[in-house]
């Protein structure tokens, strides 16, 4: 029987890009389709090719709904169970509350852990509910923060699992996850670079790379579309001004960079323009800097569209950058650092830094993807094929298919 257990702390988001991801995987797989072996070659934002289709995956999902309604992107067929369940708790606010008074990029680590310990038993504790109610036959999935309790109720009742890291979370909290990541019948994440991280610190089972799926034309819509927005946003700024756009930015996603980046490129290279997105206080604080704009949360496509440039900067646990593949999609080239899988999300369509780069290099890379942002911007659009979600679902599937030959 071909079901799947899914049991994490938010789907369908209010979320972000992960729970995007698991929703698109676990709807994609709830169809029949092609494997990764027989899928056909995908070109985003132009219809699927005929394929030999593989079964379809019945779907369970169980997830908290304390961040309000779901955003509707899940398939109908995936059957979503949801209960309020506590995301926040007092040692969560401990650990925000000491960072902002220190002025830290991250959560203190002792008050953050005591935290996840909590929501952790907590959610064991609620998915044996939810087990009780639809059954143990199946594959466990789970992924992110509350990962650890529901592998613990998935080893408890002998329902093999499969575990994304999609984040530094397993590598902050080893002694937390460390269970949940060696325990997984299989460990998913989006990237090889990834996998080779989770396997140098785990002692795992088994891995499957499955770049991050997006479904461009859900998001974006159609070529014709796309090149009009990109068309638009050129048009509508000063050409003049090298623009290099920032959407995501956390403390482990470049801010610290980011600060010492901003005035060395203001006395490098002045015409030079940064926008920065996103609505938490992180970009607000890179938009003090005179050659910096905070705009907030802003439309992707009309971000994207009007950018010579895209930078991205991980400080530890290199994910797949979604962002650069969207920034792909409107030719914009990005420079990101070689960490993870950061080097496999780029492809040849930008600039890629040493890990340890100084600003000086940095700058030097910008203006590099700068100068060649045309060469460069056809080759990200190319590369845009690595994600689509079609092949995402694909690559997912076959993992699946080898979990079903071999636990029946």
Request: some cysteine; proline content about 6%.
């Amino acid at each position: 029987m071909r079901r799947l257990l899914v049991a994490v702390r938010d789907l369908d988001p209010p979320g972000g890009g992960a729970e995007r991801s698991l929703a698109a995987l676990i709807g994609g797989v709830a169809s029949s389709g092609p494997l990764l072996e027989t899928a056909p070659a995908y070109t985003p934002l132009e219809p699927s090719p005929p394929a030999e289709g593989s079964p379809a995956w019945s779907v369970e999902a169980f997830a908290s709904s304390d961040r309000g309604a779901p955003l509707g992107l899940l398939a109908p067929e995936v059957n979503l169970h949801r209960r309020p369940l506590r995301i926040e708790g007092a040692w969560s606010k401990v650990a925000w509350t000491l960072r902002e008074r220190g002025g830290e990029g991250r959560p203190r680590t002792w008050a953050h852990a005591r935290h996840l310990l909590r929501r952790n038993a907590m959610f064991e504790r609620e998915v044996h509910r939810w087990l009780d109610a639809v059954g143990t036959e199946g594959i466990g999935v789970t992924q992110l923060e509350w990962a650890a309790g529901a592998a613990s109720a998935f080893a408890s009742r002998g329902v093999p699992w499969v575990l994304f890291v999609r984040d530094e979370t397993v590598f902050r909290f080893p002694h937390l996850y460390r269970s949940a990541v060696e325990g997984a019948a299989m460990v998913y994440a989006a990237g090889e670079g990834l996998l080779e991280q989770v396997r140098g610190a785990f002692d795992v089972q088994a891995t499957c790379s499955v770049p991050l799926p997006v479904d461009f034309a859900t998001r974006f819509g159609t070529r014709q579309r796309v090149d009009e927005q990109r068309a638009k946003g050129l048009a509508s700024r000063d050409m003049s001004k090298p623009r290099i756009g920032i959407m995501v930015v956390t403390p482990e996603k470049g801010l610290a960079t980011y600060h010492r980046l901003l005035p060395a490129l203001a006395e490098a290279w002045p015409e030079a323009e940064v926008h920065v997105a996103g609505g938490s206080a992180f970009p607000q604080q890179l938009g003090r800097h005179p050659n910096a704009t905070a705009l907030g949360h802003v439309d992707a496509a009309a971000f994207f569209s009007g950018l010579d440039v895209h930078l991205i900067l991980f400080s530890s646990t290199g994910s797949w950058g979604r962002v650069i593949s969207e920034a792909g999609l409107f030719g914009v080239p990005s420079v990101t650092n070689d960490i993870g899988s950061q080097r496999e999300a780029l492809g040849a369509g930008g600039v890629l830094v040493d890990r340890e780069v100084g600003i000086d290099g940095l700058i030097a890379a910008l203006r590099s993807a700068y100068d060649n942002k045309e060469r460069l911007g056809a080759l990200a659009q190319s590369h845009t094929a690595a994600v689509d979600h079609r092949r995402s679902i694909a690559a997912f599937r076959s993992g699946l298919e080898a979990l079903h030959a071999r636990f029946g």
